[in-house]
């Protein structure tokens, strides 16, 4: 049995792919732009490492990738620039010496109310107009697309 497809579902601006993608980067810029405004010297990738950090720190490199959906690269990048800013630093795992842990420093701690609090107005002024109803329903539908994606030979 086959199903005819609908066109609409693939076409320009009604696609699911097209419209989070723009939902992604809509977000990404205005916490971007939000950062800037509150005097943070982070991007908004930089945001999503530390909050990772600020929630709990010693995690490894690999860690954060999986917890952020950054490659190995990207990861690497973002922890080389947040250490060049003095945000974080690399500390030798004692359970594994071919890895490290990364810690917070005391400014990339100092920054934690007000990034947090900047990340927050950002979610209000993205969700602003949404019931929470819907929202509960929105978030329910996206992390089961994301899961239904999700394959075991993805590696980061």
Do not use: H
């Not at 947090?116 to 539908?141: A, F, H, N, P, Y």
């Amino acid at each position: 049995m086959t199903t005819k497809l609908d066109e609409k579902e693939f076409s320009g601006n009604e696609s699911i792919g097209y419209l989070t993608g723009v939902a992604y980067r809509s977000i990404n810029r205005r916490l971007s732009a939000n950062l800037k405004a509150s005097g943070n010297k982070i991007t908004s990738e930089q945001y999503g490492v530390l909050k990772q950090l600020w929630l709990k720190e010693g995690q490894t490199q690999l860690d954060l990738a999986c917890k952020t959906s950054k490659d190995k690269p990207g990861i690497t990048r973002l922890l080389n620039n947040l250490e060049k800013k003095g945000f974080i630093e690399r500390k030798v795992n004692e359970d594994d010496k071919r890895c490290n842990k990364i810690y917070l420093t005391p400014k990339g701690k100092k920054m934690q109310k007000i990034a947090l609090e900047v990340g927050e107005k950002t979610v209000r002024e993205t969700t602003s107009s949404i019931d929470k109803s819907e929202m509960q329903i929105c978030k329910k539908v996206l992390a089961m697309m994301c899961n239904n994606l999700i394959s075991e030979n993805d590696n980061i």
